[in-house]
């Protein structure tokens, strides 16, 4: 079933039946631009009309988890790292998922992979970034942080 919402005069549909999960959750438009096959989303568009573009490496969420609530009251913007380690871990698991712990950070996951050794959110080339700055990568154990980074939050 293919659901119609128009937003600043654009259309936005959502089908429930495809295949694609963020087909089948938000809203999206498809266009064309110079040539090239584009497609937005409404919560993100909404988020850039008042608040501007998006930073890199950051999504839109729905800080009601209701895909369908798209006031900007209710839409946050986070790092992809965050959002990953915060609320994928929630995911329903298929059959074939191992129990894994991540050695960076503790947490406990499952993994397509029965000998992974990082949860999703410490994954991220943010995440790879920030703990190559800070820990011995190969035994995964962390060195003195820097007082300036362990104030940002």
Known sequence: MIERMVYDGRTYKRNTSDKYRSHRIYFTRRYQKNGKRLESYLHRVVWEKHNGKIPKDCIIHHKDLNPD???????????EYLHARTFHKHRTPC????PCVCQICGSSFLSGKAQNNKCTGCSTPQAIKFYKMFCDLSLYAFTKIPDEYLSLS
């Open 95 to 98: 059959e074939k998922r191992y």
């Open 69 to 79: 609530n798209n006031d900007i009251s209710n839409l946050e913007c986070v790092p």
